[in-house]
């Protein structure tokens, strides 16, 4: 059974670091790219990038780049998003999905960032 | 890149059938058969209803279809039901630079 199972729910302050996670298990890891997308409260899905960890290729939506950082570890089938210093603008939660072919057909349960001061 | 264009909301009655819009441009919709569709139930994490335009997954009831004409996608919901309340993503490939864009979601009442 596929499955993406991501870490749980941060609490941070402004200007903190932060590095989630999305480990997937029941197929070849390395061979699936894996999307991240943002949804900010009461809001809609925002694509941010993706990785193909068989390479590490990354590309991220030209409204994320330089904002975050996606990689992976495909030696512990497991992608990360991060960033340097969080903004209370970062609040939202935060899902990662398994694309294949042009679409995403398996999503994680997602990830609640919090950022307040 | 912007966002796909779709209506705020939509509604129907049990039994009726209603179709959400996604207007895009010949970028993203109009320039590939990649458009896939996703309902995301309450507090839940979206769910694959359609992709490459108009396939459905396996375990997605018929009653769910999808077609493009143009740069505008449509998702078509027939024989509403109250489980069919949820908000609808369409999303498009939009090139290998920055691959996917969403549309704003539309949130579906069965009244």
């Known amino acids: 059974e596929v499955q993406l199972v991501q870490s749980g729910a941060e609490v941070k302050k402004p200007g903190e670091s932060l590095k989630i996670s999305c480990k997937g298990s029941g197929y070849s890891f390395s061979s699936y790219w894996i999307g991240w997308v943002r949804q900010m409260p009461g809001k809609g899905l925002e694509w941010m990038g993706i990785?193909?960890?068989?390479?590490?290729?990354?590309r991220y939506s030209p409204s994320f780049q330089g904002q975050v950082t996606i990689s992976a570890d495909k030696s512990i089938s497991t992608a990360y998003l991060q960033w340097s210093s969080l903004k209370a603008s970062d609040t939202a939660l935060y899902y990662c999905?398994?694309?294949?072919?042009?679409?995403?057909?398996?999503w994680g349960q997602g990830t609640l960032v919090t950022v307040s001061s | 890149q912007s966002a796909l264009t779709q209506p705020a909301s939509v509604s129907g009655s049990p039994g009726q059938s209603i179709t959400i819009s996604c207007t895009g441009t010949?970028?993203?919709?109009?320039?590939?058969?990649?458009v896939s569709w996703y309902q995301q139930l309450p507090g839940k994490a979206p769910k694959l209803m359609i992709y490459d335009v108009s396939k459905r997954p396996s375990g997605v009831s018929n009653r769910f279809s999808g077609s493009k004409s143009g740069n505008t996608a449509s998702l078509t919901i027939s024989g509403l039901q109250a489980e069919d309340e949820a908000d609808y993503y369409c999303?498009?490939?939009?090139?290998?630079?920055?691959?996917?864009?969403f549309g704003g979601g539309t949130k579906l009442t069965v009244l």
């Open positions: 010949s970028s993203d919709v109009g320039g590939y058969n990649s």
């Open positions: 990785i193909y960890p068989g390479d590490s290729d990354t």
């Open positions: 999303c498009s490939y939009a090139g290998s630079s920055t691959f996917e864009v």
């Open positions: 999905a398994r694309r294949d072919g042009r679409y995403y057909d398996y």
